[in-house]
């Protein structure tokens, strides 16, 4: 247990679908993060939240749409997904402080039909 | 931009010492970490290095070169547990503590 947490761990949406991933954090930790993770590729960076404040959107498109409504909580809305979407979605969130490592939740498993 | 290499699969043998390599090539640098990630699990923090030299924390040790752009992790006394993939990233020297990560090794230990 990481102290992050993310719900659904798993999902299966159409492409028409229009759902939202949830992502909480218990540790009291002043930024966020989504990344998504494919088979056989590298952890990629979607967006950084610090201090509530969007920093980083790292060309994803807009079919992707995230939100931080306070330090705790971090959403990323989904719609008219496509196949290659399918991936593992993972929030991290950090401290201000020290080495800023990184904490991961378990992810959401994705799956677009 | 960031190119970080790191082999794709190793396998060693219990009780046994490993040393898993990461090089990268990229426009900046404020330190390296190392993950480990059990399949269908959260990645878990093991290790960073900002500094030339040897990190060491009980069974897990990290390298860094910052002239030679490369890291190693060393696992020692290899238990069945440590299977598992482990992935290096390396931080961008601008603000937002953006990581840059490798497709990560993938380590089986075996009897």
């Known amino acids: 247990e990481t102290g992050v947490t993310q719900t659904p761990r798993h999902l299966v949406m159409g492409m028409t679908n229009k759902k939202s991933l949830k992502c909480e954090q218990h540790?009291?930790?002043?930024?966020m993060y989504w990344y998504k993770q494919s088979a056989k590729k590298p952890l990629e960076l979607m967006f950084v939240?610090?201090?509530?404040?969007?920093?980083e959107n790292n060309s994803v498109p807009s079919r992707f749409s995230p939100e931080c409504p306070n330090s705790s909580h971090l959403f990323l809305h989904l719609h008219t997904l496509q196949p290659e979407d399918s991936a593992l979605y993972l929030c991290?969130?950090?401290?201000?402080?020290?080495?800023?490592?990184?904490?991961f939740g378990p992810g959401t498993r994705l799956t677009v039909t | 931009g960031q190119n970080i290499d790191q082999p794709t699969e190793m396998t060693a043998t219990e009780g046994a010492i490993v040393q898993i390599n990461c090089t990268y090539q990229?426009?900046?640098?404020?330190?390296l970490f190392w993950y480990q990630q059990h399949a269908g699990e959260a990645p878990t923090f093991l290790s960073y290095n900002v500094l030339d030299g040897l990190e060491e924390k009980g069974r897990f040790s990290s390298f860094l070169s910052r002239s030679k752009g490369y890291s190693y992790l060393l696992l020692k006394e290899l238990q069945m547990k440590d299977s598992a993939s482990y992935l290096c990233a390396v931080r961008d020297p601008g603000g937002g503590n953006k990581l840059t990560f490798g497709t990560g090794t993938q380590l089986k230990v075996e009897l």
């Open positions: 990229t426009s900046g640098f404020n330190g």
């Open positions: 939240y610090s201090l509530e404040e969007r920093v």
């Open positions: 540790l009291g930790h002043n930024a």
């Open positions: 991290a969130s950090s401290t201000g402080q020290g080495t800023y490592e990184q904490y």
